[in-house]
């Protein structure tokens, strides 16, 4: 059994000459000028102090990089953004690999796909795509790196339509632990190709990725909003009104406590709201049509209308650039009454800023041979609830308002997680079906047997 390299530790007199003259891109190191520049993650709670921090400029830099890495008996984390940098492990004796100078992005409108290079971020494909009429599974934030999102699975607006975001990729190129580029497929090194798809960042740097897109132009969508002290009459409505919709409707029950600061816009600034989310893909008339029983409820506000695609990546409003977030989510195995009056009795008046149940089912909740290591998403409701967490005193308010509301829907929760929503470290084995795990474990072995590349969400290899 090869050894795991479980145990490296930091040799203060590592020389990066090498790596620095070796690659196009560059290395930063401890007490370097760029230091905290370079080691600061999206999520600017997280405090990561890797050995150094390497910043490649194409494939060629990464397989490098492992080389380096390998030789110098340190391991890798490779990181687009740091939106999902809260769940990481400590870095002594790790070199961060921040892809986020690999920035190319192709349209093939006849194929209707994409390829993106591994630092690519969501609202680039977003708007290359639209030139082109067509529309991706993109998430809720325009500034998610696309590798990461798709890694970890990949809920979408149009998932309900369209399905889980991995399940839509057509190819990944990935720079392997051995120090070799792959480009895997179906054909290609399937099984590498099946655990990227969902297993996370475990299996390797991927150096690009291409995926499906679909015809899109406008979509009917936007938010109903009501004032909070309706708080459980509105999510309840909402709740029923998700029984029986057509997979054309994604739909989101939330409140929303805006603090009083300068970043947020006027109208809102410092005031609360219960809203519905809709997004419709099918013809707005019957988007309306659906709408009906939500509208006569009589919102204060109301966004929903026909718009371009793209407008879709700042519907639910979430923070561009680095920010200070803490929070986490998990899925739910139903919502019935009971949880919503949880729910709100441990949202409202804490700090909690955004918390929300979004509609699953549809097409990510249809099996097929054709997917990856996230076949489905088991469970009909998803939850996530996160705050401003600007001070470290900030965040422990946070983490222990998100956690005692986890810990209410205890009863609830379903048996595995998506990752994706997943901000505080999980076992592995809950992330995933039985199966999907010990094959992945199996998978990770054959690739990468001495766990060099980490994860946020680590697999760890089974001999
Ligand atoms: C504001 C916000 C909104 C979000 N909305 C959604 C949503 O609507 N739907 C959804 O599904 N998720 C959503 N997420 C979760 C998000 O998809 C995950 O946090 C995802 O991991 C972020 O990817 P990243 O590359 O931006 O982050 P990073 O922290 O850079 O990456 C996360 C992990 O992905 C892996 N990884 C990244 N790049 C590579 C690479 N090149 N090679 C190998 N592994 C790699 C690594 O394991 C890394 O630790 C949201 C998160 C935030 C903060």
Do not use: C
């Amino acid at each position: 059994m090869p050894e795991i390299l479980t145990s490296r530790t930091f040799q203060p007199g590592l020389d990066l000459t090498p790596l620095r003259e070796r690659i196009d891109g560059d290395v930063v190191a401890p007490g370097d000028y760029a230091w905290d520049e370079a080691r600061q993650a999206w999520n600017l709670t997280v405090d990561q102090r890797p050995a150094a921090v390497a910043l490649p400029e194409g494939p060629e830099d990464v397989v490098a990089i492992v080389a380096f890495a390998k030789a110098n008996d340190l391991r890798l984390a490779p990181q687009g953004t740091g939106h999902g940098a809260a769940a990481l492990d400590r870095l002594d004796d790790t070199i961060l690999l921040k892809t986020e100078r690999m920035r190319g992005v192709t349209i093939d409108p006849d194929t209707r796909t994409a390829r993106a290079e591994a630092g690519v971020i969501w609202i680039e494909v977003v708007e290359a795509a639209a030139e082109h009429g067509l529309a991706a599974l993109a998430g809720s934030s325009p500034d998610v790196g696309v590798v990461g999102y798709t890694l970890g699975g990949g809920l979408s607006w149009l998932g309900r339509k369209h399905g889980i975001g991995a399940n839509q990729v057509t190819a990944i190129e990935v720079a392997t632990a051995s120090g070799d580029l792959v480009r895997t497929d179906w054909a290609n090194e399937p099984d590498l190709f099946w655990a990227l798809r969902g297993g996370g960042g475990s299996f390797g740097i991927v150096t690009a990725i291409e995926f499906n897109l679909f015809p899109m132009v406008e979509i009917y969508a936007g938010i109903l909003w009501f004032p909070v002290d309706r708080a459980t009459e509105i999510l309840k409505a909402w709740r029923a009104w998700t029984d029986d919709l057509p997979d054309e409707m994604t739909s989101v029950g939330r409140i929303l406590q805006f603090p009083p600061i300068q970043e947020i816009p006027e109208p809102v600034r410092g005031q609360s709201f219960v809203v519905v989310q809709a997004i419709w893909s099918g013809e707005p008339a019957e988007g309306e049509r659906l709408l009906e029983p939500l509208r006569a409820l009589g919102p204060v506000m109301d966004t929903v209308a026909t718009t371009p695609v793209q407008e879709l990546s700042r519907l639910h409003m979430d923070p561009e650039g680095p920010a200070p977030g803490a929070g986490d989510g998990g899925m739910l195995d139903d919502v019935d009454d009971d949880l919503i009056d949880l729910f709100v009795e441990h949202v409202v008046g804490t700090p909690i800023l955004s918390a929300e149940i979004r509609h699953l089912g549809g097409a990510v909740a249809r099996r097929s041979l054709q997917h990856g290591a996230v076949d489905v998403f088991e469970a009909p409701y998803l939850m996530f609830a996160v705050g401003i967490a600007p001070t470290a005193e900030a965040r422990e308010v946070v983490d222990s308002a998100a956690a005692r509301l986890r810990d209410m829907l205890a009863p609830w929760e379903g048996e595995h997680t998506n990752m994706n929503f997943a901000e505080t470290r999980r076992k592995a084995s809950s992330l995933f079906s039985s199966a999907s795990y010990h094959r992945l474990r199996r998978i990770k072995a054959i690739v990468d047997p001495t766990d060099l590349v980490r994860s946020n969400h680590p697999i760890p290899p089974a001999f």
